[in-house]
Structure formats: C-alpha cells, structure tokens
C-alpha cells in the first residue's frame, strides 16, 4: 500500500486499533524510514496524547467565549463545547478500550470522532491563547467604532503575544470575500503589510488572533478590509475597522 491509502489509518495505529494489513502495512513503512509516514505518526501520537491526557479541569470554562466577547457588549448563546469536549473524549476512550479494534465500522466512527475532537480542541486552544493575551501583564486595550454604528469592538495589543481584535456587528462577507487584517505603519509612505485572513461569525461577532510580536514603535494600527478571499498584497478597499495600537506601559 501507498502513503494515501493508509491516511485515515495513522490514528488507529496511534491508538492500537489498526488491523492489518494496515497495520503491518504502517510499521513496515516505518522501519524503512518513509518521511510521509513517520511524519503523520508524529501528529497522530501527538494528538492521541492530547486525547489521553484531556481532563475537564484542564479545559476552559463553558462560558469563555461568552465572557470574551461581553468585553464588547455583545450577548451570546451558552458555549457548551468544553463540556461536549470531555464527554466525547470520555466516551471515545472508554469505547476505544471495551471493543479494540474487532469492528471495522467502529473503526470508521473512531476516525470520525478523532477529526471532531481536533477540531474542538483546536478551538479551545484558541480561547485559552486568547484569554492569556488578554490578562498578559504587558497588555494594553484601545476601542474602535464606539460613535459608529458598525463595526465596534476593542483590540487587546501585547508587544511579544500580539494582537486580538474582537468585534461585533461585522456583517458576514459576501461570496468571494474575506476580511483582510493589515499592520499599518507609523513611518510616511509606508505601506500596508499582511496580518492574515478571516471570516466574521454569522451573527457579526469576530474574535481574531493576530500572533506576535508587534512593535508598537512601527506600528500605528491594525486595519481591516474587505479582499477576495484569496487576499491582495495592498488594500484595495476603504478599512472597515482601524484600531490603534496602545504602547504598553512601561
């Protein structure tokens, strides 16, 4: 077998519920050394460990996202991911341990399974980042949009964390379209520089990380634009949020 047909098989084998000829498909390409394999490996056991050393006090409070964007007056439903987190967890563990391996459909749904929890605990990474930005010792805040009606939000700026842009009322972009983030220079004539792509939720919300560090000595502002969605090297639109970098205190 080939790299592509043992994909959706590097987990299983992580985890020991790999059958063959999978399996021994797997460790052969291992123990000759093959760089697509040993690599997916190195992310499969990485994840399996996140899986394995999950807990709920290690998880951020179900109310995080909620709190984070009350920071801008924006009211939100209950966020109940970090529970369904460690349940799902729970229950995949549990399940993992009572069949191993004897059903090739339990297998499928082990996969299925992996790929939510991923995402969910890519997630609530971004919180627990977000949430230590914004308490770092060094972090400044500055508010954007508060005599307009849209967008309005604040900026939570640290010099070697970076940025975090949360707003509300940012209406979702058309078809074709993103928001584009920008550093905007302090020096005359200077021009714009790339700080990454988004969309905004659909009820209007964004909560956006922009990783550092920032010089605030450079930097006057973070910018946002509406781009293709492929992004643009220049601006090509007016800025539909340009909030100010406050230097850190000294």
Not at 103 to 120: G, I, M, P
Request: aromatic share 6%.
């Amino acid at each position: 077998m080939n790299c592509p047909e043992l994909r959706d098989h590097y987990e299983l084998y992580a985890l020991g519920l790999a059958e063959n000829p999978e399996r021994d498909e797997i460790r052969a390409h291992l123990h000759r050394g093959c760089e697509v394999c040993m690599l997916e490996m190195k992310r499969a056991r990485e994840l399996a460990a996140l899986l394995g050393g999950s807990s709920t006090s290690a998880a951020p409070s179900p109310k995080l996202r909620r709190r984070i964007l009350a920071s801008v007056g924006v009211e939100q439903r209950a966020f109940g991911w970090a529970p369904l987190l460690a349940g799902t967890t729970a229950m995949f563990l549990a399940a993992a341990i009572y069949f191993g391996g004897r059903e090739w459909d339990f297998s499928r749904q082990v996969v299925r399974l992996t790929a939510q929890s991923r995402a969910q605990i890519i997630e609530l990474t971004r919180l627990n980042e977000a949430m230590q930005l914004m308490n770092g010792a060094d972090t400044t805040v500055t508010s954007f949009g508060e005599k307009k009606p849209v967008p309005k939000g604040k900026l939570f700026y640290n010099p070697s964390k970076g940025a975090l842009l949360i707003a509300s009322n940012l209406p979702p972009a058309p078809a074709g379209k993103a928001y584009e983030l920008w550093y905007i220079p302090k020096a005359k004539g200077a021009s714009p520089a790339r700080a990454g792509m988004f969309q905004s939720q659909s009820d209007g919300t964004v909560m956006q990380m922009i990783p550092g560090p920032i010089d605030a000595n450079t930097t006057a502002a973070i910018a946002v634009t509406l781009e293709n969605e492929a992004g643009v090297d220049a601006p090509t639109s007016t800025p539909v949020i340009v909030a100010t970098l406050a230097p850190a205190l000294q």
